[in-house]
């Protein structure tokens, strides 16, 4: 699976925008880039993914680069709930091996 | 049920004691997934389950550990000889698919520390 990159950790105001990237520069055609989140004491949490278009849902939008070997997460609005550490995986549609490789990921600290 | 259950919350275990971690999955859903997290890291793959098929145990850092789906349902994860360093956070996920386009769902986790 190709690896990620990601800043150990980022503050945001209440409020604004949080933007988290991620860079996957030896990402491969058919890898997908699936983004998660934990919450301190719970366990990841699903946010969104992408193989090429950008995405959106109810939590976040994910914006892919043209070459795709960056994205990034952006919660419009961030409230202290966001607080967590949001880990960037890329994934292959399936080559047997199914599991998510998690890395160190983003300490994202919402400050009010 | 709505979500994937873990038991027990926490647990204490001496050096040298056997352990077992029970994992309740969405219902219907195939694919379960074990990981150990220690203090201050990501998740680190353990193995993976389809149906009550070990596909992967690739992950399983020693043969004091082993995990079983007999049923293809309820997963335990049983480490025997316990060992300061298996003190860490141990989650269960679970799929409805191994396909791409299906999020995994996470337990909250059982943290376990070996005294």
């Known amino acids: 699976d190709a690896k990620t990159t990601q800043p150990p950790s980022m503050d945001c105001a209440e409020g604004r925008a949080a933007n988290l990237p991620c860079n996957h520069s030896t990402i491969s055609g058919n890898e997908y880039v699936y983004w998660y989140r934990q919450i301190h004491s719970q366990g990841p949490q699903y946010i969104i993914h992408?193989?090429?278009n950008n995405e959106t849902n109810e939590m976040a939008s994910l914006i892919i680069t043209e070459n795709r070997k960056s994205s990034t997460l952006i919660l419009p609005h961030a409230t202290l709930r966001d607080t967590a550490v949001y880990y960037c995986i890329v994934r292959p549609t399936d080559t047997g091996r199914r599991a998510l490789t998690f890395g160190s990921g983003t300490r994202l600290q919402v400050q009010p | 049920g709505a979500g994937v259950s873990q038991s027990p919350r926490y647990k204490v275990a001496k050096r040298g004691q056997d352990v077992a971690l029970r994992c309740d999955p969405i219902?219907?859903?195939?694919?379960l997934f074990w990981y150990q997290q220690a203090l201050g890291q990501g998740p680190e793959f353990l193995t993976y389950?389809?149906?009550?098929?070990?596909?992967?145990k690739s992950g399983l850092p020693s043969d004091r550990f082993f995990a079983e789906r007999p049923e293809g349902s309820v997963s335990t994860l049983k480490i025997q000889r316990t060992q300061q360093e298996d003190s860490a956070v141990y989650l269960c996920a679970s799929s409805s698919s191994s396909g791409v386009g299906y999020g995994y769902t996470f337990g909250s986790g059982t943290r376990l520390t070996v005294v």
């Open positions: 389950f389809q149906n009550e098929a070990q596909l992967d």
């Open positions: 992408g193989l090429k």
């Open positions: 219902s219907g859903h195939v694919s």
